[in-house]
Structure formats: C-alpha cells, structure tokens
C-alpha cells in the first residue's frame, strides 16, 4: 500500500508460519465478489481479508453506497436534462460507467 508491498508488512502467525493479513476488504454481495476468480484472487493474497456484507443490507457498507450515490447525483446534475430521453441517455452513461469503471 502506498508504494509498500503488503505481503511485507504480514505478521507471521509464530505457531504455523502463516501470514496474518494486513488490510480488509469489505464488498458487497454482487456477482463479481461472489465468482470463482475473485475468490482465487483473495485466496492468492494472505495479505488480504474479505468480508462481505450482509445480503440486503447497504448501510453495513454505507462509505461505498455514498461514494457511488455522490458520483450519480453529481453526475446527473452536471447537465441540463430536458426530457426523458435526454435523463434516459444520462442515466445510461452512468450505469456503463459505474460497472465498468
């Protein structure tokens, strides 16, 4: 982290040689934090620790529910929206960016 590989900051459990991990990853119950790649990747990093929120519940991980809340509202109101259409088109880029980026 900031330069830093977290592997080097692991305390080793005295017992059993095994890296106790470093940083938390919290997620929300969705499709990519739920497949068999991403959990090979958490697998692969004893430095991370991945806990998933409870299903349904938003407000367990509300800085991540804010975050992207406060990126759509911005976004959103940066145009003048007219019609429908027009707040169709916004919406869209928006949904594309948030699941891409």
Do not use: W
Not at 19 to 48: K, Y
Not at 49 to 56: A, L, N, Q, S, Y
Not at 69 to 85: F, K, N, P
Request: charged content about 25%; aromatic content about 10%; overall charge negative.
């Amino acid at each position: 982290m900031f330069g830093n590989s977290l592997v080097d900051q692991c305390p080793i459990y005295p017992d059993t040689g095994e890296l106790l991990p470093v940083a938390t990853l919290v997620t929300d119950n969705g499709r990519p934090f739920r497949s068999f790649r991403f959990e090979a990747f958490i697998a692969q990093h004893p430095e991370l620790h991945h806990i998933r929120t409870r299903v349904m519940s938003p407000g367990q991980d509300g800085s991540h529910e804010c975050g992207f809340e406060s990126v759509q509202y911005a976004r959103l109101y940066l145009h003048e929206i007219t019609d429908v259409l027009d707040l169709d088109k916004h919406a869209e880029d928006d949904r594309g960016d948030y699941n891409t980026i």
